[in-house]
């Protein structure tokens, strides 16, 4: 979280008006604890069946929860009275596959009839859990955003959205991993288990303190990488699909929902 944040807020409601009225502006992560964070992916209605087929043959990545209707910017199915145009803390910009510079924290501008609103699991929520269980999650420990790296992996193409997986990462000690795997295995709707443990050079990862989205954080000596499928995936595949004008939240400033973390345990 940024050095700005004073205290996590505790409902989801909170949060969005907050991000609404842009009095927070920061990564979502410790905040609306027992609540799911999700990522999102807002595309012209044209596009969307094939980006939720994109979803469907990458469900690890890309685990979809919910999808409004063309032109209706509210989430009613799992955020009544919500709207996705002013309640992520922060927004990314694609014009025909490129990554806008400016991160904006209101879309309503830029917002189109046709627009469908995507949203999926997002690792936050099994976070939760792994604090439960004292298995501390460092980047909330250090106040930082998750660091999420590119891979070499490629995803199922579907359509004009094809593109490599994005992970996200957590160091534990390795006799914690099997405990840490068990836990976060049991939210396989939110990334699930860990997809690698280990050597980063496997996943094609060439410097574990450069991260491509999110911040670098410390990797204790005793301590070994761990690795999640992460939602930030379909933001390498809307560059390459390269449609006129898409949007998602930036990596880290999640929509929160009014659903909880334990509609998604399946132990």
Known sequence: MSS??????????????????GAFNAPTAGHCLGYVHTNLVIVPADAADEFVEFCRLNSQPCPLVARTEPGNPEPRDVAPGADLRTDVPRYRVFRHGVPQSDEPTDIRDLWQDDFVGCLLGCSFTFENALEAAELRVRHIAEGRNVPMYQTSVPCQSAGRF?????????????DQV????????????????????????????????RPEFGEPVTIKPDEVPVFWA?????????????????????????????????????R
């Open 4 to 21: 700005s944040v004073r205290s996590p807020f505790t409902l989801p409601s909170e949060l969005r008006r907050a991000a609404r009225s």
């Open 178 to 209: 099997e405990e840490v795997r068990r836990i976060t295995g049991q939210y396989p709707r939110m990334h699930g288990a860990p997809v690698h443990v280990g050597d980063p050079a496997a996943l094609g990862i060439a410097d574990i303190q």
């Open 230 to 266: 992460c939602g930030v995936t379909p933001q390498l595949a809307l560059r390459n699909a390269r449609l006129p004008l898409a949007i998602t939240h930036s990596p880290g400033y999640m929509f929160v929902t009014d659903l909880r973390d334990e509609e998604f345990c399946e």
């Open 162 to 174: 094809r593109g490599n997986l994005v992970v996200s990462m957590r160091p534990y000690r390795p």
